[in-house]
């Protein structure tokens, strides 16, 4: 039974610390420990650990770590695409090592071997497609191209120049200080790609990600057919109920055939648990992108609302204060009314409970299928296909 003790909680310690690690500043997990988890690993453990250093070797050591966290966190370097690499050669590895041994199988054919390869590959590609891509840097040649396809909106968008390229900043362009370049439509720079997500690879960013959701599900599914295979084979429901004498219902075999997967099939368990989280993962994170590509929103631009959305609200509680502050002045000038009932007033709903909601008035967003479309096809070539037209028309 310790194996099995021993599996749930190496399954439950991975959630816990990547699900912290990857979503701990989601609104929901504020103030609760999946919060502090994150901000331990993110940003805790390396402050203790700078200060074991200064403590250590004094200021020299700490500007060692300082310049090593330069440049791992400021500067564009390929450490994070290494371990992408690592992690879906090694996975693949380990599957081919555990698994492939028992493919074909009762339930598995042998397509899955080249398929399996197939899939991989297609990963990777995805992965250089959108890493080496160009996001869509915005320079004077073709600045004047974004500046007419994106208009200002004057609310998070006002017309300004960028101090660091010296030329005109289109609306929803970003000056990314890690590749020092202006970059249009800017979503994030993504450290794992070693690239900013823009308006030329946002299509290879959610093309990776799907693919990579459902190559996780691929696995699990296929290891889950050929251990399914392996009961079937080696006749384990059989002589579980014939020489075990164990009855013939779910109930009673299924901790019998658990115990015997725990003990001949570990590895594979592992691999199939380790693909169910990352797949879960994978696809909270492709929903949230795709949600914000069939809004026409960017990642940046949440950010920009959320401040806009936030002052705005100040600003409208501050007129609506100063209202009812005049109104008790003015109030106190006239007649004295009747004292309020003490139930009253405390049903009586307050009058900065009146402010106006500000709403989120996003001119981008121009229907799902026009967004879908501005994201499968960026500006280039919607242009060459349009001077096409005109030029056959
Ligand atoms: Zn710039
Ligand atoms: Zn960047």
Redesign the pocket.
Known sequence: MAVQWLLVCHGLATLLVVVSFLCGQWPIFQGTFIERIHYFITFGAYDYFLRFVGVVFGSKGTNVILSVENFCCDRPNPILQVVYLAIIGATYYFIVQSTFSYIPGYYISGVHRYTSLLAVGVGVVLFLLTSFSDPGT?KAENVSKYLSAYPYDNIIYSEKE?S??R?P?PARSK?CSICD??VARFDHHCGWMNNCIGERNTRFFMAFLLWHFLLCIYGTVAIGLVLAGRLKELKVIHILTVYYGIENSFASLAPHVVQWLLGSYNTQLLLMVFLAIVSLLLAGFFSYHANLCFTNTTTNETFKWEDYIRWQQKLNEAKASTAALKAGISGLNCERKPPESKWKAFFRRSRLEDVEPVSKNNIYDKGFLRNLHEIIFPLSSRHSFSQAKSKSG
């Open positions: 915005v960028c660091t390229c030329i900043k000056h370049r202006c």
